[in-house]
T-cell receptor, first 113, second 113 residues
Framework: EPEVTQTPSHQVTQMGQEVILRCVPISNHLYFYWYRQILGQKVEFLVSFYNNEISEKSEIFDDQFSVERPDGSNFTLKIRSTKLEDSAMYFC???????????FGPGTRLTVT | GDSVTQMEGPVTLSEEAFLTINCTYTATGYPSLFWYVQYPGEGLQLLLKATKADDKGSNKGFEATYRKETTSFHLEKGSVQVSDSAVYFCALIDTGTASKLTFGTGTRLQVTL
């Protein structure tokens, strides 16, 4: 069964450093998403991406964040200058239509020290 | 804005007990509703969905019925197993406005022998 994959599974970085989280969505999906879950809190939407551009973003997704689909298979989330409060589990998801179930990857745990 | 409210956890049940996890929602449009499950150390897995009023989603013995009149989507299972121990998230996509998932806070279920 097709699945969403994410790398790395755990990333530790120092405050102020740049990190890139990588995702490979399901191959025939067209809509891509990033969510995050701070420990013990709810899953929060960050950004959605379709047709090579951002279709929606949340208040959390400020100028330090960016997304890219550098080739036909990868979807990345870049955090330019990490802060302590960016420590969270980051989930990538994909779907084949705008309004349909989204399939999630296993997540990348980001720890900012 | 859109929101999802779930019952507080943790919920602790004995094996073979009946499970109900309450979920209510507010949405500006006509939402599609979902239950996701997160097993320990894993990502989010789609459990079931319903896209219109009175639809019943079902999977792995779990059921939930889309009740527009009470804006609810309660999760039920007739006989839980230890392997059902996980965190359960109710979520919606407001089809009229966006494609992002809005999640509830999650309800932890612990099933004991």
């Amino acid at each position: 069964e097709p699945e969403v994959t994410q790398t790395p599974s755990h990333q530790v970085t120092q405050m102020g450093q740049e990190v890139i989280l990588r995702c490979v969505p399901i191959s025939n999906h067209l809509y891509f998403y990033w969510y995050r879950q701070i420990l013990g809190q709810k899953v929060e939407f960050l950004v959605s991406f379709y047709n090579n551009e951002i279709s929606e973003k949340s208040e959390i997704f400020d100028d330090q964040f960016s997304v890219e689909r550098p080739d036909g298979s990868n979807f990345t989330l870049k955090i330019r200058s990490t802060k302590l409060e960016d420590s969270a589990m980051y989930f990538c998801a994909s779907s084949d239509r705008r309004v349909s179930e989204q399939y999630f990857g296993p997540g990348t745990r980001l720890t900012v020290t | 804005g859109d929101s999802v409210t779930q019952m507080e956890g943790p919920v602790t049940l004995s094996e073979e007990a009946f499970l109900t996890i309450n979920c209510t929602y507010t949405a500006t449009g006509y939402p599609s509703l979902f239950w996701y499950v997160q097993y320990p150390g894993e990502g989010l897995q789609l459990l079931l969905k319903a896209t219109k009023a009175d639809d019943k989603g079902s999977n792995k013995g779990f059921e939930a019925t889309y009740r527009k009149e009470t804006t609810s989507f309660h999760l039920e299972k007739g006989s839980v197993q230890v392997s059902d121990s996980a965190v359960y998230f109710c979520a919606l996509i407001d089809t009229g406005t966006a494609s992002k998932l809005t999640f509830g806070t999650g309800t932890r279920l612990q099933v004991t022998l």
